[in-house]
């Protein structure tokens, strides 16, 4: 629960600092519901957030303005950072540089940044495909806007947060996992197109139908270059045909001289039309439809796109045959991470409990299903 993480937030930053925390933030994870991979040539998605959170915590310290010390319960680590230009010779992006990213970026908004302690914690699992980098950088960027008593308008918020990840994770992300968590709305899934950077709400009917996350225990990692090929290669496609993938067609995909690239435009065509879909569908309580189109989007993410994996693959297989489950796909990047699975909620319990058992059974993978609500976005709290 929320209450109980900020209150553990609070404890643990006054046990770490030897000061009671002046501000406290959180932000939610995500799960994508359909549209993977859509994102960064302007296409559609349908995500919401999930009641898994980061927490933050911060007091003032007597250092220097853009002095900061970290301890996060996540990693049980503490660190000291400096802001400033990301540092390229530092190799792999840390946790930490999403931090010092939005601190940096925010502080040349105008944001006055003092010295700071700063506590992270919370029950999002990292690695996971839920979200977790975008969920502590959006959970920064509030409390700063806390500290600063001064906010950014929420699109100004999402792309500064887009653009720690690019310059100080090196993820050249799409908007799609800022812009769920800054504009996620309790009980409603966001049709978001990419392209406007706006969204409609969507009704997720809570007695109908309900969502269990299914982490394949494979851990996924962006920066490994995985996700900045499939963006480059949806690039030169779009370069090819001259226009961008949101306004290609079957046809025109099918006259790019290279097969891979057929391949992966194919995937994104494909995936903007089954959103559509999908929202139309739930829109008309057709759950059945909207469930072959998970089934149908997560073969497209494996078979076209090439993002999916073994295990990944497996545990989909195992939820299209299990009982009660009514569609079921990989979410998020892709290279590992989490399946979402809707069922009905009179089912959800002993759906989620059979599949992580003959996961367990066929791959050895020890996982624990998360049941999630669908929830309101970034906070400040008292
Ligand atoms: C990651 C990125 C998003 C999006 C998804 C795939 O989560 O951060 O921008 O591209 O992968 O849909």
């Known amino acids: 629960m929320l209450e109980t993480l900020l209150q553990q937030v ?3 930053h006054l046990e770490q600092f030897g000061v009671v925390p002046q ?6 994870g995500r799960v994508n519901l359909i549209g993977d991979h ?18 933050v915590s911060a007091s003032p310290i007597a250092s220097g303005a853009g002095e900061v010390r970290i301890f996060s319960t996540l990693s049980n680590t503490a660190v000291n950072i400096t802001l400033g230009a990301p540092d390229a010779s530092a190799g792999e992006p840390q946790w930490h540089d999403y931090i010092r990213g939005v601190l940096t970026l925010m502080a040349a908004e105008g944001f006055a940044v003092p010295g700071l302690s700063i506590c992270v914690h919370g029950d999002l699992p990292v690695g996971s495909g839920l979200s977790s980098s975008a969920s502590l950088e959006l959970a920064i960027a509030t409390l700063v806007e806390g500290i600063a008593d001064r906010k950014l308008g929420s699109q100004e918020k999402i792309l500064l947060c887009q653009r720690a990840e690019h310059e100080y994770a090196q993820v050249p992300c799409g908007i799609l996992d800022q812009f769920s968590i800054c504009e996620a709305q309790k009980d409603q899934g966001l049709l978001l197109d990419c ?3 706006s969204a409609e709400k969507v009704t997720l009917t809570a007695d109908k139908i309900a969502f269990v996350v299914i982490d394949s225990q494979v851990s996924h990692q962006h920066s490994g270059g995985g996700y900045a090929a499939r963006r480059a290669q949806c690039e030169a496609a779009q370069d090819e045909l001259g226009c961008s993938l949101r306004d290609a067609t079957a046809a025109s995909v099918a006259t790019l001289s290279e097969p891979l690239l057929r391949q992966r435009a194919g995937h994104v065509v494909s995936e903007n039309a089954r959103v559509g879909d999908f929202a ?15 089934f149908a989007s997560h073969a497209s993410l494996r078979d076209d796109f090439e993002v999916s994996c073994p295990d990944v693959d ?5 939820c299209r045959n299990t009982k009660g489950v009514i569609g079921a796909r990989m979410t998020g990047g892709g290279f590992g991470g989490s399946v979402i699975v809707m069922a009905p909620p009179s089912e959800l319990a002993a759906v989620a409990k059979t599949i992580a058992e003959q996961y367990r059974a066929s791959t050895g993978h020890d996982t624990q299903p998360l049941v999630v609500d669908v929830v309101s976005g970034c906070a400040l709290h008292d």
């Open 10 to 12: 609070r404890e643990t």
């Open 23 to 28: 501000w406290l933030a959180s932000a939610p």
């Open 38 to 55: 859509t994102d960064y040539t302007g296409g559609f998605a349908l995500p919401f957030a999930i009641n898994r959170y980061t927490v």
């Open 195 to 197: 392209r406007s950077q």
């Open 280 to 294: 139309q569908a739930l829109a008309q309580e057709d759950f059945l439809r909207a469930g072959e189109l998970m």
């Open 314 to 318: 497996s545990l989909v297989e195992i």
